[in-house]
């Protein structure tokens, strides 16, 4: 399959440019040429299907022309090593629990999936050592990390802001050491954004090493969350739920409800999706009046959705044709504050006995508040609340344990690069290596 750029000034890549590069040359994101719609009879089995068997008919969908069957499907079920349950909170209100993996963020399979898949690639190259950047507002670098983790031929740099992730999302990719090296950003996420965004862009940097990105920008990081809306899908149809189906998606970059977007696409029966925002509401801004003002981000309790400049917005505005109306026809959105934020936590613990996490609580009051009597609807729990330990007691004034796997990375050391918000340093830094 080819792939084209948003901005449609570059030239058609193959996946493996799209996945190796990141970025096209006109700073554009690569969009497959064709959404494959799954057969009736996928649909028709869907219910007896694995986690990863299901995933891997998605998987073969986009990539198959391109991938020999064994590897990929060896890739997809290296890659879903866990379960994502899906939990009753409230009537017809699901939890689709995505923070079961080795950092225990729902980031975890679209980053274990580009690892393999980046290293199937590279071993068919030869061994240029392959350096990837990924910009995080909290998860997506832990993700990274731990999936690229002693991945041979690949270095990764983590770009954080100073300050600004959860201290245990810190822990997660600053001690680790060995081909991950994190950098610590003296400015909000869409600068350390930025700065991975003109590494690909400049001409020197790239005759100098070999660059790709692990953000949701890159094709082989976003498209396998799609995994996780046809599981939702099924599990509520195995518990009987006759009902509408709405999907609702906790979103910053917007990589995570962009896939769902493209599950629709393939035949996925979910009625309409629901972007829940914090008080970073460009998106929602847009919905409203049609106009896509992006701006720096502030800083909230829900830091992972601290975003002022969504890069996947590209890619829904080109799989809607640039057309307010049909964005509007499939996706509403809402946003909250940090004290609407707190309330929902407090309640949902103490009414349902259920702990979200910052970001799910959005995902379920935008649906308690958002359901018509005609629908039922899951939410999408981004990541264990004990990752926001500290902010989580606060609210609900007990303490939250912390399961093993996130103990162990706090027992680390932290060894991370001051860096400043200029390109310009994090540039000479990069050649000096």
């Not at 990141?22 to 040429?33: I, K």
């Not at 969908?61 to 064994?70: K, M, N, S």
Request: net charge neutral; charged share 25%; hydrophobic share 40%.
């Amino acid at each position: 399959m080819e792939y084209y750029s948003t901005n449609g000034k570059a030239p058609k890549a193959t996946l493996r440019k799209a996945v190796v590069k990141g970025l096209a040359e006109d700073r554009g994101l690569y969009m497959p040429q064709t959404i494959p719609h799954l057969p009736e009879s996928f649909f028709r089995e869907i219910g007896s299907l694995s986690f990863r068997e299901l995933s891997y008919r998605i998987a073969d969908a986009f990539f198959g022309e391109d991938i020999p069957a064994d590897k990929l499907k060896g890739i997809v079920y290296d890659t879903l090593s866990f379960d994502c349950p899906l939990v009753e909170v409230s009537p017809g209100i699901y939890s689709l629990e995505l923070f079961h993996g080795p950092t225990l963020a729902f980031k975890d399979v679209g980053a274990r999936f580009m690892a393999r898949l980046l290293q199937y690639f590279t071993e068919e190259e030869g061994h240029r050592q392959v350096n990837v950047l990924v910009a995080t507002s909290g998860d997506t670098g832990s993700a990274v990390a731990n999936g690229f983790l002693g991945v041979e031929g690949v270095h990764v740099y983590v770009l954080y802001p100073k300050g600004k992730v959860s201290p245990i999302q810190e822990c997660q990719f600053t001690t680790l050491g060995r081909n991950i090296t994190a950098v610590e950003v003296d400015g909000v996420f869409d600068d350390c954004q930025a700065m991975v965004k003109n590494a690909f862009m400049d001409s020197e940097l790239n005759d100098a090493m070999k660059l790709t990105s692990a953000n949701s920008i890159n094709v082989a990081r976003f498209l396998p969350q799609s995994f996780y809306y046809f599981w939702a899908y099924t599990q509520m149809r195995r518990l009987g739920v006759s009902k509408e189906i709405v999907a609702c998606t906790p979103s910053g970059n917007f990589g995570n409800i962009c896939a769902g977007l493209f599950g629709k696409r393939m035949g996925l029966p979910v009625k309409r999706f629901i972007a829940a925002n914090n008080a970073n509401s460009v998106f929602y801004e847009f919905l409203r009046d049609g106009e896509y003002r992006p701006r720096p981000s502030v800083r909230t309790i829900a830091n992972a959705m601290d975003v002022g400049d969504p890069s996947n917005f590209a890619r829904i505005w080109d799989l809607y044709g640039k057309s307010h109306e049909a964005v509007c026809r499939d996706i509403s959105g809402v946003t909250y504050s940090d004290a609407q934020i707190e309330e929902t936590i407090r309640d949902v613990y103490r009414q349902r006995g259920y702990l979200c996490d910052p970001h799910g609580a959005c995902g379920y009051r935008a649906l308690k508040e958002g359901l018509r009597e005609s629908e039922a609807g899951f939410f999408c729990e981004t990541a264990h609340p004990a990752k926001f330990k500290d902010t989580v007691e606060r609210i609900i004034g007990e303490e939250v344990a912390v399961p093993p796997k996130l103990a162990a990375f706090m027992k680390g050391e932290k060894k991370s690069v001051p860096m400043s918000r200029e390109f310009t340093d994090f540039k000479n830094y990069l050649l000096d290596r």
